[in-house]
């Protein structure tokens, strides 16, 4: 990623606190997103200018689409 080898080190997440954030498309639609941290990793001897410790985050985000006037009609569910 950086053309380089850096060192790191894993910090493991002891407990953490994910929100969904709710947005309003212009399209009629409402979307849930929410980025999901996988790994936290501490970038060793690097700090930013006010002396706080470079992080590294690998995250994947989560969408949910709560209404949409685009959804399509679920043909598969059939009740007998």
Do not use: C, W
Request: net charge negative; hydrophobic share 40%; no cysteine.
């Amino acid at each position: 990623m950086f053309g380089h080898d850096i060192p790191v080190t894993d910090v493991p997440v002891v407990d953490h606190e994910e929100r969904f954030l709710q947005y309003k498309l212009e399209d009629g639609s409402i979307i849930k997103v929410k980025n999901v941290a996988t790994s936290v990793l501490r970038v060793d001897d690097q700090y930013l200018p006010d002396g706080s410790p470079v992080y590294l985050i690998i995250s994947n985000p989560v969408v949910s689409v709560v209404s949409s006037p685009h959804k399509k009609a679920n043909d598969t569910l059939k009740v007998n």
